[in-house]
Every structure is written in C-alpha cells, then in structure tokens.
C-alpha cells in the first residue's frame, strides 16, 4: 500500500502525458513541459519511496530471528539503514548496474545466480548491522 502511494506523483506525470498525448494527435503539446513533468514525479516518488524501504529492509528478519513486532522491526529497520546509508546506497548502485550488465549478457540465465547470491548478500547485511558475531570463513 505504502508503495502505491509513493508511486502517485509517477503516475499523475504520466497520467497528464498520456491525455496530451491522446486529446491531440499531431503532439504539439509534447514539449519541455512533459519531460520536465515526468522527471519531477519521478523525484517526488523515489523521494517517498526511499524511506518506505528503508523502513522494509531488515523488518522480516528482525521480526523472524529477533521476535519483534512489525512497528519496532520497523523502526529498527530505518536506525539500521540510516546509520549505514553509505555502504547500503553503493551496494544498491553496484548490485543493479552489475546484475543489468549480467543479466543482458546471459540473456536472463544469470537469474540462476543473481538470485541466491542477492540472498546470501542481503543475510549478510543484516548479520553485520545486527549481530556481533564474526563471519566465519568455514
């Protein structure tokens, strides 16, 4: 629900582009306006976005392995993020443009391990934000 709301902005930009688009077939109305339009919209909604999944990350595990209830998980989930905003930020940049190059190349087969190692990067983010144990090699 949290996302739908977060996409509205999106979708009235492209919501007024497609009646512009529409009510006027020789598109004299396609101009800057539209782009700029489309680009605010986009900003507003990962503006929304951003903290809504910040706020998701590390719920389900908190609420799993440390028995939680949802608000609090909630809560700790955005402590968790914000504290390692940096490092979760690259990791997001590095693992899309990694996994859209792999993906492109191996025409979708990289699916068979892009999966399970989002898995496997995703446990250990949690493992090194909430938990002191070491990582062991073994």
């Known amino acids: 629900m ?12 492209f919501g007024s582009l497609f009646l512009s688009i529409l009510f006027d077939n020789n598109m004299s109305n396609f ?6 339009a489309i680009l605010v919209g986009s ?16 719920a389900p595990p908190l609420i ?18 914000y504290a ?10 590095v693992s899309a443009i990694v996994l859209t190059i792999f993906v492109m ?3 979708g087969l990289d699916i068979i391990v892009a999966v ?5 990067t ?4 949690y493992r090194d934000v909430w938990t002191d144990q070491p990582l062991s090699a073994a």
């Open 116 to 120: 399970p190692l989002i898995i496997v």
């Open 2 to 13: 949290g996302v739908v709301i977060a996409l509205i902005p999106l979708f009235l930009a």
């Open 84 to 93: 390692n905003m940096i490092p979760m930020l690259v990791y997001g940049l």
């Open 122 to 125: 995703y446990y250990t983010s």
């Open 31 to 36: 101009n800057n306006f539209s782009i700029v």
């Open 43 to 58: 900003l507003l909604s990962l503006l929304l976005i951003i903290p809504l999944m910040m706020t998701i990350w590390f």
């Open 64 to 81: 799993v392995l440390h028995d939680l209830d949802a608000i609090s998980a909630m809560k700790k989930s955005f402590q968790g993020f």
């Open 105 to 107: 190349v191996t025409l």
